[in-house]
């Protein structure tokens, strides 16, 4: 947003509340000389060439590696699927995957709008899928809600959009239909290639592509303040004309742009909206950081862990992604839960599964871990907080008309290609305007 905005006005603030920018694009490192990510790994080129050039075009191939389809594995009914990350529905039950892929097949396609994700499940696919694939994940392991009080798409913010069923062969074919090319996903990640690339850097953290954009911005002289929030929002004729930050410095602006939950805007603007409250219930994201003294005993990119009774939702594996001949061999292991995670227990399960599902060796030896967590990474996305959050976005757009609100609490997007891509959407069409 501030190297957009930069291209439109003279000068350009950005505030950041954390002391150093990136947000889950950040990276911590050892005294080993490797480092971890803090949530966000690899970075993926969008489909608008003008914004790639924006975000990467300071990646060099002597620095960053340049990847086309992510190897990425599945662990699913104690089975590691080496071929690709989505659940494999043919571990279930040899009764049950049959009754659940012959419900599939009888679905066709419907115009009935859903209204919750699980009438959206169960109209896509079926009841069997929905209660022994998909509830056991998504209700009872992550989200600690009722599908029928989770948004539509909720699914797909943890890689549940398409199963894995038929053969391969048959896959292909059933494929061509739009119906089920949406939901049935191929054998291989190496098949339904495409022109998009997915960048990591060979020595370092993610962090390195944060670097890159602040000194992108401090060459065109756009200010960072960091360690602060907007503690005041100042209006005049539904126009906001100054902020006021927690560290007392007061800012006077022509066009805000707005990228963190509409509530905080409001607050600040001392705007009301006569909603009852909603308790925000938050995700913990939290993450094991782990070295060994050996290499790995699979060489995927990284794993998605389906397994409704693992702790585990992904596992990254740095020398898999980087192959810069390094005999570091570190990883870092995800957690999502609805409760404030107890660290220690949990990085000792994490080990427990890596080895479980086929990972790391069980004679490895631990030269380094510690573990983190990111409190309220991300809000369950119920209905409740879904119709709460329009109503409040509506009513900050109605009360000023120099805010731009933009990010993932507008509804902009989850993942970080939709967000960037409604983000320079959004902007560029007032940028145009004004040239």
């Given at each position: 947003?501030?190297?957009?905005?930069?291209?439109?006005?003279?000068?350009?603030?950005?505030?950041?509340?954390?002391?150093?920018?990136g947000?889950?694009?950040?990276?911590?490192?050892?005294?080993?000389?490797?480092?971890?990510?803090?949530?966000?790994?690899?970075?993926?080129?969008?489909t608008?060439?003008?914004?790639?050039?924006?975000?990467?075009?300071?990646?060099s191939?002597?620095?960053?590696?340049?990847?086309?389809?992510?190897?990425?594995?599945?662990?699913?009914?104690?089975?590691?699927?080496?071929?690709?990350p989505?659940?494999?529905?043919?571990?279930?039950?040899?009764?049950?995957?049959?009754?659940?892929?012959?419900?599939?097949?009888?679905?066709?396609e419907?115009?009935?709008?859903?209204?919750?994700?699980?009438?959206?499940?169960?109209?896509?696919?079926?009841?069997?899928?929905?209660?022994?694939?998909?509830?056991?994940?998504?209700?009872?392991?992550?989200?600690?809600?009722?599908?029928?009080?989770?948004?539509?798409?909720?699914?797909?913010?943890?890689?549940?959009?398409?199963?894995?069923?038929?053969?391969?062969?048959?896959?292909?074919?059933?494929?061509?239909?739009?119906?089920?090319d949406?939901?049935?996903?191929?054998?291989?990640?190496?098949?339904?290639?495409?022109?998009?690339?997915?960048y990591?850097?060979?020595?370092?953290?993610?962090?390195?592509?944060?670097?890159?954009?602040?000194?992108?911005?401090?060459?065109?002289?756009?200010?960072?303040?960091?360690?602060?929030?907007?503690?005041?929002?100042?209006?005049?004729?539904?126009?906001?004309?100054?902020?006021?930050?927690?560290?007392?410095?007061?800012?006077?602006?022509?066009?805000?742009?707005?990228?963190?939950?509409?509530?905080?805007?409001?607050?600040?603007?001392?705007?009301?909206?006569?909603?009852?409250?909603?308790?925000?219930?938050?995700?913990?994201?939290s993450?094991?950081?782990?070295?060994?003294?050996?290499?790995?005993?699979?060489?995927?990119?990284?794993?998605?862990?389906?397994e409704?009774?693992?702790?585990?939702?992904?596992?990254?594996?740095?020398?898999?992604?980087?192959?810069?001949?390094?005999?570091?061999?570190?990883?870092?292991?995800?957690?999502?839960?609805?409760?404030?995670?107890?660290?220690?227990?949990?990085?000792?399960?994490?080990?427990?599964?890596?080895?479980?599902?086929?990972?790391?060796?069980?004679?490895?030896?631990?030269?380094?871990?510690?573990?983190?967590?990111?409190?309220?990474?991300?809000?369950?996305p119920s209905?409740?907080?879904?119709?709460?959050?329009?109503?409040?976005?509506?009513?900050?757009?109605?009360?000023?008309?120099?805010?731009?609100?933009?990010?993932?609490?507008?509804?902009?997007?989850?993942?970080?290609?939709?967000?960037?891509?409604n983000?320079?959407n959004?902007?560029?069409?007032?940028?145009?305007?004004?040239?």
């Amino acid at each position: 947003s501030a190297l957009l905005m930069q291209r439109r006005f003279g000068s350009v603030c950005l505030v950041e509340k954390d002391l150093e920018l990136g947000g889950l694009y950040r990276s911590v490192k050892t005294d080993f000389g490797v480092s971890f990510d803090y949530g966000s790994h690899f970075l993926r080129s969008t489909t608008i060439s003008s914004l790639n050039d924006l975000l990467f075009d300071d990646l060099s191939q002597e620095n960053w590696r340049f990847l086309g389809n992510l190897r990425g594995g599945g662990y699913f009914g104690s089975k590691l699927n080496c071929n690709s990350p989505f659940i494999d529905s043919r571990c279930l039950p040899p009764d049950l995957y049959q009754r659940g892929i012959l419900e599939v097949l009888d679905l066709a396609e419907t115009t009935q709008i859903s209204t919750n994700l699980e009438e959206q499940l169960l109209s896509t696919f079926g009841t069997t899928f929905t209660n022994h694939l998909f509830r056991p994940i998504l209700s009872e392991k992550f989200f600690g809600s009722q599908l029928s009080d989770l948004c539509v798409d909720s699914h797909n913010l943890l890689g549940l959009g398409r199963i894995i069923g038929f053969t391969a062969s048959f896959t292909r074919e059933i494929k061509k239909s739009a119906v089920y090319d949406n939901k049935i996903a191929f054998h291989s990640s190496a098949e339904g290639t495409t022109t998009q690339m997915n960048y990591y850097p060979i020595c370092q953290g993610i962090s390195s592509w944060i670097e890159l954009l602040a000194t992108k911005m401090a060459n065109l002289n756009i200010r960072v303040i960091t360690g602060a929030t907007v503690n005041q929002i100042e209006t005049k004729n539904d126009r906001v004309t100054s902020v006021v930050l927690s560290t007392g410095q007061h800012l006077s602006c022509e066009n805000i742009i707005w990228t963190i939950p509409t509530p905080l805007f409001l607050k600040a603007a001392n705007i009301s909206t006569n909603l009852t409250g909603v308790p925000f219930k938050g995700l913990y994201t939290s993450l094991y950081h782990f070295i060994f003294d050996r290499p790995f005993i699979t060489d995927l990119h990284y794993v998605q862990c389906h397994e409704p009774h693992f702790r585990t939702f992904r596992v990254t594996l740095y020398p898999n992604i980087q192959q810069n001949n390094s005999t570091v061999y570190h990883l870092t292991s995800e957690m999502i839960s609805c409760t404030v995670p107890d660290l220690a227990a949990n990085q000792a399960q994490a080990l427990t599964e890596l080895v479980q599902m086929g990972v790391v060796s069980p004679d490895s030896i631990i030269l380094f871990q510690n573990a983190q967590y990111i409190p309220n990474g991300f809000a369950v996305p119920s209905l409740e907080l879904q119709k709460n959050g329009a109503l409040q976005l509506k009513t900050a757009i109605g009360a000023v008309n120099n805010v731009t609100f933009l990010g993932r609490s507008s509804g902009g997007g989850f993942a970080a290609e939709s967000v960037l891509t409604n983000v320079y959407n959004t902007l560029m069409v007032g940028l145009e305007s004004s040239l």
